[in-house]
């Protein structure tokens, strides 16, 4: 697939458990951050974001939590599907805008 | 809406050749990017336009890249001379604000193979 074929780290989970993808930032200035999902032939797509503000953010199925003391970043997907099945990247914006660090992703595999 | 329609979807050339890749916005972005996917190092930012101005270029690996964003609608990444260690997916993402905090929107990816 179009993630190239990362030796990534990877979760696999039971269909309709929760998965949760953790992530470590870098940059201490960042303050905003996307969870990107990239499924096989395709480019990296939008879930949900947080600012520096909040320290939760829920969206449809996923809740994104935001822990600034640790730089950690995490992403909660309630009952998971396989179309849920993909690498998962978070992002950072560190000193400037919009300018996005990604992380290194993990693989989700979600076994039916 | 489209998306961030990229061509060619796949490229496969020799090494030495010129390699061109192109990409269109979204229509009323004004921030584009263009990221580099590889196994070894993972998404890298190579350069950031905004309002088709160039603001950061310091992720181009060298002289041998070169963007160029001549107008709101049409961006071109590239590669003279290509190298093998060029291979890898190349992604167009474009934002709908300048320098303030959003998601970008990426196409599909360019798979470049250089031999």
């Known amino acids: 697939g179009e993630s190239v074929g990362l030796h990534l780290p990877t979760l696999s989970v039971q269909e309709g458990d929760n998965s949760i993808i953790n992530c470590a930032y870098s940059n201490s200035a960042s303050d905003y951050f996307i969870w990107y999902k990239q499924e096989s032939g395709k480019g990296p797509q939008f879930i949900i974001d947080?600012?520096?503000?909040?320290d939760k953010r829920q969206g449809q199925r996923v809740t994104v939590l935001l822990n600034k003391t640790v730089k950690h970043l995490s992403l909660q997907i309630a009952a998971t599907q396989p179309g849920d099945s993909a690498v998962y990247f978070c992002?950072?914006?560190?000193?400037?805008?919009?300018?996005?660090?990604f992380g290194g992703g993990t693989r989700l595999m979600v076994k039916p | 809406d489209a998306g961030v329609i990229q061509s060619p979807r796949h490229e496969v050339t020799e090494m030495g050749q010129e390699v061109t890749l192109r990409c269109k916005p979204i229509?009323?972005?004004?921030?584009l990017f263009w990221y580099r996917q590889t196994m070894m190092r993972g998404l890298e930012l190579l350069i950031y336009f905004n309002n088709n101005v160039p603001i950061d270029d310091s992720g181009m690996p060298e002289d041998r890249f070169s963007a160029k964003m001549p107008n709101a609608s049409f961006s071109t990444l590239k590669i003279q001379p290509s190298e093998p260690r060029d291979s890898a997916v190349y992604f167009c993402?474009?934002?709908?604000?300048?320098?303030?905090?959003?998601?970008?929107?990426f196409g599909q990816g360019t798979r470049l193979t250089v031999v």
């Open positions: 992002a950072e914006n560190g000193n400037a805008g919009n300018m996005l660090t």
């Open positions: 993402a474009s934002g709908p604000q300048g320098i303030m905090n959003t998601e970008a929107f």
């Open positions: 229509s009323g972005h004004n921030s």
């Open positions: 947080i600012r520096s503000n909040m």
